[in-house]
């Protein structure tokens, strides 16, 4: 996508970190139910580190995406954090967490094949007790075709976008996400620019059917949001299996 490369410099005004606060302190209460104590976490897809920016209060976290642009994005929201360009599917740290975290940067998956990847990396940099959590955007029984809007201002810089997420194909395993961008710059000029992206979309038994196979156990836990419509989307944990 644009934003995350020659359009990253706007992601904070388009996804200020603030939005990210009440499903910050969701994420963590239902981590720390399965886990209490938890000192380390790494999060994998972590875009220009949003969820971080509350999660760092908790606990040390460890950052790390494919894009160079959103890290960079990242490292000056979150200096004291430290920060690793990689793919979520093959990223190898040579490192233990109690906790490995994932946003929607999970939805950019498109094969059960990448989903099983990830979910083997994530049990390599987990300790023996750690856990996993993962915040899909939607799966195929949750899942509705949508439209949002947004965008914020800052002192000389604006941003608004529209986002339209669709299914072409019911009986495939992806949907497509298309946005327009309206950017207003420091001497006022508007200009539009146009992004998409291809996403999965996978089922609850494959989900779990995948982590299971990965070693783990897993649970599915609502979590209560004020801002949908329903109040409510499912997340993931995933406890290392002894």
Sequence with gaps: MKLYNELAEWWHLLSSPDDYEEEAILY???VSKYKKNIQTALELGSGGGNNAFHLKKKCKITLSDLSPAMIKVSQGLNPECEHYIGDMRNINLNQSFDLVFIHDAIMNLTTEHDLEQVFQVAKKHLKPDGILFIAPDFFKETFTPSTEHGGHDDNDRSIRYLEWTHDDDPYDNIVKTEYV????NKDGVIKCERDSVT???FSKKTWETLLIKAGFKVSFEVIPHSEL???S?????AEVER
């Design 28 to 30: 963590w209460n239902i």
């Design 229 to 231: 419509e329903s109040n």
């Design 181 to 184: 961008y309206l950017i207003k």
């Design 199 to 201: 996403e999965g979309l």
């Design 233 to 237: 989307y499912i997340g993931i944990v």
